[in-house]
């Protein structure tokens, strides 16, 4: 059974609009959200990670919004540039697991 | 990258051989991971350590050894049982149940 699910597969946006990927998970043990950015031929990076007990955090334009009733988390990119074009993975753990679970990850195009 | 090393950068394999992946770290994590990453799939866990001498089987360990003897290394072995496996391999690392540190990959290719 696949823990976390993400949607969509790929995402094609204009620069300067607003991506937005989306993810759910089924463990309601999950403690920590985090979101990775991967570059062709790249490791991936944290890009930015939540905990359940905020609802929304910030970190310049990308912000992840919180929906712990809906078991839901989702990434925005605000003001999308080309250079935020890459593959992004949303992922959850817990602190006394020893594994992190990925989603299936989102491939974003943003066109100049 | 930052403190992980993998090598080589790409690998070919031909049939019925196996071949070791490198992974080195400088972190002083305490666990290790190994991914396998396929278009449109996703990461998927082949085999964790949380500590040296200790290892665990992710979800597809089949076809794929490893060995934990110094913390600094989490060596891979893709064994000639592995039937599929081109595929771009990541190693990982953390110190706790936080954030995962990756390396900079290797791609394998089957001759």
């Known amino acids: 059974q696949q823990q976390v699910k993400q949607s969509p597969q790929s995402l094609i946006v204009q620069k300067g609009g607003i991506s937005i990927i989306n993810c759910a998970y089924e463990n309601t043990a999950f403690d920590y959200f985090p979101w990775y950015q991967q570059f062709p031929g790249k490791g991936p990076a944290l890009l930015i990670a939540i905990r359940p007990d905020v609802s929304e955090k910030k970190e310049g334009r990308f912000t992840i919004s919180f929906n712990k009733s809906a078991k839901q988390f989702s990434l925005h990119i605000m003001d999308s540039q080309p250079g935020d074009s890459a593959t992004y993975f949303c992922?959850?753990?817990?602190?006394?697991?020893?594994?992190?679970?990925f989603g299936s990850g989102t491939k974003l195009n943003v066109k100049p | 990258d930052g403190g992980i090393t993998q090598s080589p950068k790409y690998l070919f394999r031909k049939e019925g051989q196996n071949v070791t992946l490198s992974c080195e770290q400088n972190?002083?994590?305490?666990?290790m991971y190994w991914y396998r990453q396929d278009p449109g799939q996703g990461l998927r866990l082949i085999y964790y350590s949380q500590i040296v001498n200790d290892f665990q089987k992710g979800d597809i360990a089949e076809g794929y050894s490893v060995s934990r003897e110094k913390k600094e290394s989490f060596p891979l072995t893709v064994t000639s049982a592995q039937k599929n496996p081109t595929a771009f391999y990541l190693c990982?690392?953390?110190?706790?149940?936080?954030?995962?540190?990756f390396g900079p990959g290797t791609r394998l290719t089957v001759l």
């Open positions: 992922a959850a753990s817990k602190d006394n697991f020893n594994k992190f679970y």
């Open positions: 972190l002083n994590h305490d666990a």
């Open positions: 990982a690392t953390s110190s706790g149940p936080w954030e995962q540190f």
